[in-house]
């Protein structure tokens, strides 16, 4: 498991895609790309797109994410690990409780949870998964590879 940290954006895109009987429909879906600005993230889900596109294509939504890690290995699916890490507070004695966010590929909610425990297996971090949901995203580009994190439907 290679954790990637990278500033992360969600990309609504719309778009007519061929289908396997030849027709073509327009759909909608959810991709990540990493970019330092809202241009580049448009730029670059704009240019990771175009092998697919087959007539209009529109970014419909673009908007930064929580997501502070991804876990750069193989999944069908994308979760969304919601992970607190608990430290205490040598002022007051009490525990801190701060949130981070993972992105997850995995073939299922088990193994997305097995990948999170594993990256924690030769620390001494207290933490615990407070969420772990499965996402509508369809794909990860990853800026630092410029390929794709290679998602088979």
């Known amino acids: ?80 690990a919601k992970i607190m890490f608990i430290t205490l507070d040598e002022k007051t004695g009490k525990e801190k409780r701060t949130a981070v966010y993972w992105l997850v590929p995995a073939n299922d909610i088990g193994e997305a949870r097995k990948k999170v425990v594993d990256a924690f297996a030769n620390t001494t971090l207290d933490y615990e998964i407070a969420t772990l949901d499965e996402t509508k995203y369809f794909d990860v580009f990853l800026h630092d590879t410029n390929r794709s994190a290679e998602k088979t439907d």
């Open 1 to 80: 498991m290679g954790l990637i940290t990278a500033t992360f954006f969600e990309c609504g895109v719309r778009y007519e895609r061929t289908t396997e009987e030849g027709t073509t429909k327009k759909v909608n879906e959810l991709y990540i790309v990493d970019a330092l600005t809202f241009t580049e993230a448009e730029s670059r889900i704009t240019e990771e797109m175009q092998p697919f596109v087959s007539g209009d294509f529109d970014v419909m939504t673009l908007k930064r994410t929580r997501y502070s890690e991804y876990d750069n290995s193989e999944g069908d699916k994308y979760y969304k």
